[in-house]
């Protein structure tokens, strides 16, 4: 009796012991540092930062190379310059996308259980702007089923390119109606408009008319007559009306607005500015071209010559040319918090819109409003860049044929590939849509034909293959010149 009752007493006092060390565990163990749940502002400023960061990287990677923005020098063969593109070139791409797409999703169910209209609108935003993106890169990606881990699909069906693009326009439009410009957004200061509700809506619609001009092709969807409905409604489709309201982050060189180059000097190593790139903006005697390049100098690197670069897809060696080409200009990626005009990563500009107002009016023959726009756009592109727009740039003699608007498209478009310099893979798009501007195929070029889209990542092929051939049927092939649904 005396055994069974000792062995009570240390029974009782070992679950005294733990009652008394477990008590207010939670209170005593918890991270008063540590966030302990999302709120719908978490999430906005790493995906504002790292895509647009990483965007801008694609853009130097890919479109400089494929536009002929600029290229490797000296480059004996080979390269994206002469349409050589690579099994894997996408793969960053469809991996980078996704796992912030992820994130968006967390963003947007957070402003729902919050009942904030204004993170849901930015949130739907944000994914239109990363899947048009996607979709323009490879075609046909998962949508509806993407970023769905955590509901146990692991292999997700593609959507085709009609339906991810009626949905984002359709989400876009959605945002528009969405958004309290009186109501104040509360969790914490977001790095690209300050927390100014009115220009995120600009930034929803000025996204909506980018998305709606890229179908210009398919006459089921009428782009043209939508967008001239949003133009004359302003009051209800608020876009971009100056450089002020552009989606334009921009780098201080202060953490987190630091550059995306770890080192700005890898931006200029062997690198050379493309030909074309140079030589119209030689034409239009542009104040930019001190802005995007060097100058070039003579061979012995004693003076300098004036802006001249180096064709893409040349042929031979290097030796031809009697001359150190022009170079990109290493201060477009070095952040400074004392720059005029500080390091940025352009989402949107506001020429963009200018220059989509300019080609609705031109298909719908209305050649004075067509004129304003195409002006407006240019001078919008010239100042973003810090530069000083001439009052004769497109008057004076030896400038106004190549720079005064002309009632052609093509004049449009060429203005157009100079403002979307830097934006993402916008000017590859472009040219897709409307083979402008005008590039010269140069004998180095494989196969003579621009790349219409990224192959699907090996990863996809192998881990989803059901649905992969599904795609792969549905657009009629994986390779690298398998046109998208837009394009044809």
């Known amino acids: 009796m005396k055994q069974i009752t000792k062995l009570t007493a240390v029974a009782f006092l070992a679950t005294s012991l733990l009652s008394a060390c477990t008590k207010n565990f939670e209170e005593i163990n918890t ?12 999430l906005i400023n790493p995906i504002i930062y790292n895509v647009a960061g990483y965007n801008m990287q694609r853009a130097d990677d890919i479109t400089f190379n494929l536009m002929q923005v600029a290229l490797p020098f000296p480059s004996a063969s080979g390269g994206l310059h002469r349409y050589d593109i690579a099994e894997n070139a996408g793969n960053g791409t469809w991996n980078t996308y996704y796992q912030w797409l992820n994130n968006i999703k967390e963003m947007y169910n957070t402003s729902v259980k919050a009942n904030d209209p204004n993170y849901q609108a930015i949130a739907l935003t944000l994914q239109a702007w990363i899947y048009s993106n996607l979709t323009d890169c490879f075609g046909d990606v998962p949508m509806k089923e993407a970023v769905q881990g955590d509901g146990g699909i692991l292999h997700p069906k593609f959507d085709t390119q009609e339906e991810i693009y009626t949905t984002q326009i359709k989400n876009l439009d959605s945002a528009n109606n969405l958004y309290l410009t009186s109501k104040s957004m509360i969790y914490g200061t977001e790095i690209l408009y300050a927390n100014n509700v009115s220009k995120w809506k600009k930034f929803t619609n000025s996204l909506r008319m980018r998305l709606l001009l890229r179908l210009s092709k398919k006459t089921n969807v009428n782009a043209y007559a939508q967008l001239k409905t949003m133009i ?38 062997f690198r050379a500015a493309g030909k074309f790139f140079l030589d119209s903006l030689n034409a239009f005697n542009d104040p930019r ?121 093509h004049r449009i478009m060429l203005q157009k590939y100079y403002a979307l310099y830097f934006v993402d893979y916008q000017a590859w798009f472009e040219y897709r849509r409307t083979g402008m501007p005008v590039l010269p195929v140069n004998t180095g070029m ?16 192998t881990n989803n293959p059901a649905n992969y051939q599904m795609a792969v049927q549905s657009m009629g092939g994986d390779l690298n010149t398998t046109k998208v649904w837009w394009e044809k």
Do not use: H
């Open 31 to 42: 991270d008063p540092n540590r966030i302990d749940a999302i709120s719908p502002g978490t």
């Open 232 to 269: 004359d409604n302003p009051a209800k489709y608020p876009v971009f009306a100056s450089n002020d309201d552009a989606a334009i982050l921009k780098l201080t060189g202060i953490t987190p607005l630091t550059s995306p180059w770890g080192r700005p000097i890898d931006f200029t190593t």
């Open 289 to 409: 071209r001190a802005k995007f390049a060097t100058q070039a100098r003579n061979a012995a690197g004693t003076a300098n010559i004036g802006y001249v670069g180096i064709p893409s897809g040349y042929t031979g060696s290097e030796s031809q040319f009697n001359y150190i080409p022009s170079n990109v200009n290493v201060s477009l990626v070095t952040a400074s918090s004392s720059s005029v005009t500080p390091m940025s990563c352009v989402i949107m500009p506001y020429a963009e819109v200018e220059f989509i107002k300019a080609e609705v009016q031109f298909i719908n023959n209305n050649g004075t409003a067509a004129k304003a726009a195409y002006e407006a756009g240019v001078k919008a592109a010239v100042e973003q860049w810090g530069a000083v727009m001439p009052t004769d740039y497109f008057t004076a003699t030896a400038t106004a044929a190549a720079t005064a608007y002309n009632g052609t498209l």
């Open 446 to 461: 494989a196969g003579k034909q621009m790349p219409t889209r990224f192959k699907y990542p090996i990863a996809v092929r």
